[in-house]
T-cell receptor, first 116, second 115 residues
Framework: AQKVTQAQTEISVVEKEDVTLDCVYE???????LFWYKQPPSGELVFLIR??????QNEISGRYSWNFQKSTSSFNFTITASQVVDSAVYFC?????????????FGKGTRLSVIA | DAMVIQNPRYQVTQFGKPVTLSCSQT?????MYWYQQKSSQAPKLLFH???????NEADTPDNFQSRRPNTSFCFLDIRSPGLGDAAMYLC??????????????FGDGTRLSIL
Protein backbone atom coordinates (compact mmCIF):
# COMPACT_ATOMS: atom_id res chain seq x y z
CA ALA A 1 0.00 0.00 0.00
CA GLN A 2 1.13 3.52 -0.68
CA LYS A 3 1.36 6.10 2.04
CA VAL A 4 2.70 9.62 2.40
CA THR A 5 3.54 11.06 5.80
CA GLN A 6 4.04 14.73 6.49
CA ALA A 7 4.82 14.73 10.18
CA GLN A 8 4.78 18.52 10.55
CA THR A 9 1.19 19.69 10.82
CA GLU A 10 1.99 23.39 11.20
CA ILE A 11 5.15 25.45 11.00
CA SER A 12 5.61 29.14 11.71
CA VAL A 13 8.69 31.06 10.66
CA VAL A 14 9.69 34.67 10.52
CA GLU A 15 10.17 36.18 7.10
CA LYS A 16 13.60 35.54 5.55
CA GLU A 17 14.16 32.39 7.55
CA ASP A 18 14.77 29.12 5.72
CA VAL A 19 12.28 26.34 6.30
CA THR A 20 12.22 22.66 5.39
CA LEU A 21 9.02 20.67 4.97
CA ASP A 22 9.44 16.94 5.48
CA CYS A 23 7.86 14.18 3.43
CA VAL A 24 8.33 10.45 3.93
CA TYR A 25 6.66 7.93 1.67
CA GLU A 26 5.99 4.21 1.50
CA UNK A 27 5.51 2.17 -1.63
CA UNK A 28 6.32 -1.30 -2.85
CA UNK A 29 6.67 -0.11 -6.42
CA UNK A 30 10.11 0.40 -7.86
CA UNK A 31 8.80 3.01 -10.28
CA UNK A 32 6.82 5.88 -8.89
CA UNK A 33 6.44 9.64 -8.97
CA LEU A 34 6.60 12.17 -6.18
CA PHE A 35 4.98 15.59 -6.24
CA TRP A 36 4.72 18.74 -4.18
CA TYR A 37 1.67 20.99 -4.38
CA LYS A 38 1.00 24.35 -2.73
CA GLN A 39 -2.50 25.31 -1.59
CA PRO A 40 -2.76 29.02 -0.73
CA PRO A 41 -5.73 30.37 1.25
CA SER A 42 -7.65 30.88 -1.99
CA GLY A 43 -7.94 27.10 -2.28
CA GLU A 44 -6.44 26.04 -5.60
CA LEU A 45 -3.73 23.42 -5.66
CA VAL A 46 -0.64 24.66 -7.45
CA PHE A 47 1.78 22.13 -8.89
CA LEU A 48 5.39 22.75 -7.79
CA ILE A 49 7.46 19.75 -8.80
CA ARG A 50 7.36 16.16 -10.05
CA UNK A 51 10.20 13.73 -9.51
CA UNK A 52 10.42 10.14 -10.73
CA UNK A 53 11.94 7.39 -8.66
CA UNK A 54 14.96 6.98 -10.92
CA UNK A 55 16.06 10.57 -10.67
CA UNK A 56 17.66 11.30 -7.33
CA GLN A 57 19.20 14.58 -8.35
CA ASN A 58 18.29 17.42 -6.09
CA GLU A 59 16.54 20.29 -7.76
CA ILE A 60 16.60 24.00 -7.17
CA SER A 61 14.12 26.47 -8.57
CA GLY A 62 14.65 29.98 -7.30
CA ARG A 63 14.09 29.94 -3.55
CA TYR A 64 12.72 26.40 -3.67
CA SER A 65 14.81 23.25 -3.47
CA TRP A 66 13.98 19.59 -3.14
CA ASN A 67 16.06 16.81 -1.62
CA PHE A 68 15.08 13.31 -2.78
CA GLN A 69 16.71 10.49 -0.80
CA LYS A 70 15.58 7.05 -1.86
CA SER A 71 17.57 5.40 0.94
CA THR A 72 15.38 7.07 3.53
CA SER A 73 12.22 7.31 1.35
CA SER A 74 12.14 11.04 1.81
CA PHE A 75 11.41 13.94 -0.49
CA ASN A 76 11.93 17.10 1.53
CA PHE A 77 11.17 20.62 0.37
CA THR A 78 13.15 23.69 1.47
CA ILE A 79 12.16 27.30 1.03
CA THR A 80 15.06 29.69 1.37
CA ALA A 81 14.52 33.25 2.59
CA SER A 82 10.83 32.68 3.15
CA GLN A 83 8.30 35.36 2.30
CA VAL A 84 4.79 36.07 3.52
CA VAL A 85 3.43 34.92 0.13
CA ASP A 86 4.81 31.46 0.88
CA SER A 87 2.15 31.05 3.56
CA ALA A 88 0.04 28.11 2.44
CA VAL A 89 -0.60 24.44 3.01
CA TYR A 90 1.94 22.27 1.22
CA PHE A 91 1.07 18.74 0.15
CA CYS A 92 3.46 15.98 -0.78
CA UNK A 93 1.96 13.27 -3.02
CA UNK A 94 2.92 9.94 -4.54
CA UNK A 95 1.66 7.94 -7.50
CA UNK A 96 2.58 4.69 -9.15
CA UNK A 97 3.85 4.82 -12.68
CA UNK A 98 2.14 1.74 -14.04
CA UNK A 99 -0.04 3.93 -16.18
CA UNK A 100 -0.47 7.60 -16.68
CA UNK A 101 -3.73 7.98 -14.83
CA UNK A 102 -3.06 6.39 -11.49
CA UNK A 103 -4.37 8.52 -8.64
CA UNK A 104 -2.29 10.66 -6.35
CA UNK A 105 -1.93 9.67 -2.73
CA PHE A 106 -1.58 12.85 -0.71
CA GLY A 107 0.01 13.44 2.66
CA LYS A 108 -2.06 15.36 5.21
CA GLY A 109 -0.27 18.58 4.40
CA THR A 110 1.90 21.04 6.32
CA ARG A 111 0.50 24.48 7.03
CA LEU A 112 3.28 27.05 6.73
CA SER A 113 2.82 30.50 8.19
CA VAL A 114 5.43 33.11 7.38
CA ILE A 115 5.24 36.09 9.68
CA ALA A 116 6.44 39.51 8.60
CA ASP B 1 -5.47 32.27 -18.19
CA ALA B 2 -7.33 29.67 -16.18
CA MET B 3 -6.97 26.23 -17.74
CA VAL B 4 -9.15 24.23 -15.38
CA ILE B 5 -12.27 26.16 -14.55
CA GLN B 6 -14.70 25.27 -11.84
CA ASN B 7 -18.10 26.87 -11.43
CA PRO B 8 -19.39 28.13 -9.16
CA ARG B 9 -16.66 29.03 -6.71
CA TYR B 10 -19.11 28.78 -3.82
CA GLN B 11 -22.28 26.69 -3.80
CA VAL B 12 -24.91 26.51 -1.11
CA THR B 13 -27.59 23.84 -1.18
CA GLN B 14 -30.16 22.43 1.17
CA PHE B 15 -29.93 19.11 2.92
CA GLY B 16 -31.16 16.46 0.49
CA LYS B 17 -31.43 18.78 -2.52
CA PRO B 18 -29.46 17.55 -5.55
CA VAL B 19 -26.57 19.71 -6.63
CA THR B 20 -24.24 19.68 -9.64
CA LEU B 21 -20.73 21.07 -9.73
CA SER B 22 -19.06 21.72 -13.06
CA CYS B 23 -15.52 21.62 -14.36
CA SER B 24 -14.18 22.56 -17.75
CA GLN B 25 -10.68 22.50 -19.18
CA THR B 26 -8.87 24.13 -22.06
CA UNK B 27 -5.86 21.80 -21.90
CA UNK B 28 -7.38 18.98 -23.97
CA UNK B 29 -6.22 16.52 -21.33
CA UNK B 30 -7.70 13.05 -21.53
CA UNK B 31 -7.91 12.40 -17.80
CA MET B 32 -10.18 14.33 -15.44
CA TYR B 33 -10.45 13.82 -11.67
CA TRP B 34 -12.76 14.86 -8.87
CA TYR B 35 -11.43 15.21 -5.34
CA GLN B 36 -13.19 16.00 -2.08
CA GLN B 37 -11.24 18.00 0.48
CA LYS B 38 -12.67 18.52 3.94
CA SER B 39 -11.36 21.18 6.26
CA SER B 40 -7.71 20.69 7.25
CA GLN B 41 -7.51 17.38 5.39
CA ALA B 42 -5.77 16.15 2.26
CA PRO B 43 -7.73 15.90 -0.99
CA LYS B 44 -9.41 12.54 -1.39
CA LEU B 45 -10.01 11.13 -4.84
CA LEU B 46 -13.66 10.35 -5.59
CA PHE B 47 -13.38 9.15 -9.20
CA HIS B 48 -11.71 9.89 -12.48
CA UNK B 49 -12.34 9.60 -16.19
CA UNK B 50 -9.76 8.30 -18.57
CA UNK B 51 -11.33 9.55 -21.79
CA UNK B 52 -14.84 8.12 -21.46
CA UNK B 53 -13.88 5.33 -19.08
CA UNK B 54 -15.19 6.00 -15.61
CA UNK B 55 -13.13 4.82 -12.62
CA ASN B 56 -14.79 4.96 -9.23
CA GLU B 57 -12.79 4.75 -6.01
CA ALA B 58 -13.98 1.87 -3.84
CA ASP B 59 -15.02 4.06 -0.91
CA THR B 60 -16.80 6.79 -2.86
CA PRO B 61 -20.41 6.93 -1.63
CA ASP B 62 -23.17 6.03 -4.08
CA ASN B 63 -24.56 9.50 -3.50
CA PHE B 64 -21.80 10.85 -5.74
CA GLN B 65 -22.05 10.48 -9.51
CA SER B 66 -20.14 11.96 -12.39
CA ARG B 67 -20.68 12.69 -16.07
CA ARG B 68 -18.26 13.57 -18.79
CA PRO B 69 -20.18 14.50 -21.93
CA ASN B 70 -17.06 15.50 -23.86
CA THR B 71 -13.32 16.03 -23.41
CA SER B 72 -13.71 19.53 -22.02
CA PHE B 73 -16.41 19.10 -19.41
CA CYS B 74 -16.92 16.97 -16.35
CA PHE B 75 -19.71 17.21 -13.78
CA LEU B 76 -20.04 16.05 -10.21
CA ASP B 77 -23.61 15.26 -9.16
CA ILE B 78 -24.48 14.84 -5.50
CA ARG B 79 -27.91 13.26 -5.42
CA SER B 80 -28.92 13.85 -1.82
CA PRO B 81 -26.33 15.96 -0.03
CA GLY B 82 -25.89 15.40 3.66
CA LEU B 83 -24.19 17.66 6.17
CA GLY B 84 -21.09 15.50 5.92
CA ASP B 85 -20.72 16.37 2.24
CA ALA B 86 -19.84 19.98 2.98
CA ALA B 87 -16.33 20.33 1.59
CA MET B 88 -14.15 21.82 -1.10
CA TYR B 89 -14.48 19.89 -4.36
CA LEU B 90 -11.46 20.01 -6.61
CA CYS B 91 -11.36 19.11 -10.27
CA UNK B 92 -8.05 18.19 -11.89
CA UNK B 93 -6.81 17.11 -15.30
CA UNK B 94 -3.76 15.35 -16.60
CA UNK B 95 -2.43 14.08 -19.87
CA UNK B 96 -1.76 10.37 -20.06
CA UNK B 97 1.37 9.75 -22.06
CA UNK B 98 2.11 6.07 -22.13
CA UNK B 99 3.14 5.56 -18.55
CA UNK B 100 4.85 8.83 -17.73
CA UNK B 101 2.72 10.20 -14.96
CA UNK B 102 2.11 13.80 -15.84
CA UNK B 103 1.29 16.32 -13.13
CA UNK B 104 -2.32 17.03 -12.40
CA UNK B 105 -3.55 20.56 -12.97
CA PHE B 106 -6.17 21.69 -10.49
CA GLY B 107 -9.01 24.15 -10.71
CA ASP B 108 -9.73 26.69 -7.99
CA GLY B 109 -12.29 24.40 -6.41
CA THR B 110 -15.94 24.76 -5.47
CA ARG B 111 -16.70 25.15 -1.78
CA LEU B 112 -19.99 23.42 -1.04
CA SER B 113 -22.07 24.33 1.99
CA ILE B 114 -25.14 22.40 3.12
CA LEU B 115 -27.94 24.15 5.00
Amino acid sequence: AQKVTQAQTEISVVEKEDVTLDCVYETRDTTYYLFWYKQPPSGELVFLIRRNSFDEQNEISGRYSWNFQKSTSSFNFTITASQVVDSAVYFCALSEALSGNTPLVFGKGTRLSVIA
Amino acid sequence: DAMVIQNPRYQVTQFGKPVTLSCSQTLNHNVMYWYQQKSSQAPKLLFHYYDKDFNNEADTPDNFQSRRPNTSFCFLDIRSPGLGDAAMYLCATSRETGGANQPQHFGDGTRLSIL
